[in-house]
C-alpha cells in the first residue's frame, strides 16, 4: 500500500459526459501527478501540482483540468469524453515534487467511456 | 525532444536467467533517471532510481547504472524469479531545470518457473 488512495476504482459513463477523478496523497507530500495509461499510448504525464499551484504541465487536452486543494487532495476533471478517453488514470504523490522524488503511485481509477 | 527508449516486449525468461532490459534516454540537461515496476492489477512502485551520472541504483536485486556518454540506464538482474514477472518502466525527470516526466512504453517480463 503506497498510502495514495483514489476514487473511485472504476467508472463507466457514455460519450460526451464528464466526470471527476479524486486523489488523496500519501501524509506529507505536498505534490500530486496525474498520469493516463492506455494500451496504446502507455504511460503519459499529464499535470502535477505542488501545494495548491500548477507546477507542470504535461499531455494533458484541454477538455481536461485538474485542480489541488488546501487540504492537498487533488482532482481530474475529464469533459466531453470520448471513446478514446477510456484508460486507467493514476494519481501519484512526492513530498516536495522535485526532479528526483520518488513518486508513490495510487491504485488507479479505471474509466471506461461507451 | 526530451524521451525515453525502451527495448520491447515481451521478454519471457526462465526462472534464475540474467535479465537486461535496456532503456536509453534523450535530454537536455542533467535528468534524475528511474526504474518503476507495475505488478498485475496495481500501480506502479519505485524500483531503483539515480540522480547523477555514474550513480548505482540498486534494490530487491535490480542495478542500473547512470551512463551519460551513452544516455543509457539499462536494468539488470543476475537471477530472476517469478515473482518478478511484472510491466518495468524506465523514467526521467528534471529536464533543465523543469518537473516534467516522461516514461518509456514499458517492458513486460515474464518469468516461467
Known sequence: DSGVTQTPKHLITATGQRVTLRCSPRSGDLSVYWYQQSLDQGLQFLIQYYNGEERAKGNILERFSAQQFPDLHSELN???????????????????????????????????VL | ???????????????????????????????SLFWYVQYPGEGLQLL??????????????????????????????????????????????????????????????????
Open chain 1, 78 to 112: 475529464l469533459s466531453s469524453l470520448e471513446l478514446g478517453d477510456s484508460a486507467l488514470y493514476f494519481c501519484a504523490s512526492s513530498v516536495e515534487g522535485r526532479g528526483q522524488d520518488t513518486q508513490y503511485f495510487g491504485p488507479g481509477t479505471r474509466l471506461t
Open chain 2, 1 to 31: 525532444g526530451d524521451s525515453v527508449t525502451q527495448m520491447e516486449g515481451p521478454v519471457t525468461l526462465s526462472e534464475e536467467a540474467f535479465l537486461t532490459i535496456n532503456c536509453t534516454y534523450t535530454a537536455t540537461g542533467y535528468p
Open chain 2, 48 to 113: 531503483l532510481k539515480a540522480t547523477k551520472a555514474d550513480d548505482k541504483g540498486s534494490n530487491k536485486g535490480f542495478e542500473a547504472t547512470y551512463r551519460k556518454e551513452t544516455t543509457s540506464f539499462h536494468l539488470e538482474k543476475g537471477s530472476v524469479q517469478v515473482s518478478d514477472s511484472a510491466v518495468y518502466f524506465c523514467a526521467l525527470s528534471g529536464i533543465s531545470g523543469t518537473y516534467k516526466y516522461i516514461f518509456g512504453t514499458g517492458t513486460r517480463l515474464k518469468v516461467l518457473a
